[in-house]
């Protein structure tokens, strides 16, 4: 990682030096790849720092399309630009420059834990923890729950219209008709509750799969 050097003097004589940089969140490197895993494949860095400190925690996480010195308009800007590519346009950020980006943003995603009280009302989700490999679960729960939105909505009209059929040519009285509609709502809400023990996979960040490795296999770079 690139330092930002400060440099310490007494009495006009150089004392010495010290170097400040940026450290990358642990996790951020996983959820990156699980992203692409899951399909999205467009990513951008989207800062305010200077361009110098963004490409190298861009080079690090294997982002290639960074955008920095960005203020809250630079921010809005390059959101509408995306919308009108036509993606679905998701935007992660906690900062109080990031409240108008996230507010315009198709789903604006700020983590709870440090996020600015700006940014927590106008993000669309807020993550509890702090821990940035959320963001690809809240992908993965998304889809999974649209995807039971789908079963449901091709159960209950898949049964309604059997039944409204069989009605129309009088092979169905009212009370089986009643007790159709009923075990078609049944199973739609029995359908749903899958979603109460879906756990999205969370990838291991390094220092996890470190502390699981055997003591033999741990090493420190």
Do not use: W
């Not at 800062?47 to 399309?65: K, S, Y």
């Not at 009108?84 to 996230?102: H, I, K, Q, R």
């Not at 409204?164 to 009088?170: F, W």
């Amino acid at each position: 990682m690139r330092s930002s050097v400060i440099c310490l003097a007494h009495d006009e004589d150089l004392i010495g030096m010290l170097g400040v940089s940026d450290a990358v969140r642990s996790g951020a490197e996983t959820v990156i790849h699980q992203l692409r895993d899951l399909g999205v494949s467009h990513l951008v860095l989207l800062t305010g720092d200077a361009p110098e400190t963004a490409q190298v925690v861009a080079d690090t996480l294997g982002i290639t399309e960074v955008h920095a010195h960005a203020l809250p308009e630079g921010k809005l800007q390059l959101i509408r630009a995306l919308q009108g590519e036509g993606p679905t346009v998701a935007m992660v950020g906690d900062g109080t420059n990031d409240a108008p980006a996230l507010a315009l943003a198709d789903v604006g995603i700020t983590m709870g834990e440090h996020s600015s009280h700006v940014a927590l009302e106008t993000a669309d989700i807020a993550l509890a923890g702090n821990d940035p490999r959320q963001v690809a679960a809240v992908v993965e729960l998304s889809r999974h729950t649209l995807r039971v939105v789908r079963q449901n909505y091709g159960l209950a009209i898949g049964v309604n219209l059997v039944g409204l059929l069989a009605g129309a040519g009088g092979s169905m009285n009212r009370v089986l008709a009643a007790l159709l509609h009923n075990t078609s709502s049944i199973a739609v809400v029995g359908n749903s509750t899958r979603l109460v023990n879906h756990t999205p996979h969370l990838p291991r960040t390094t220092d996890e799969e470190l502390k699981a490795a055997p003591l033999e296999d741990r090493q420190v770079l």
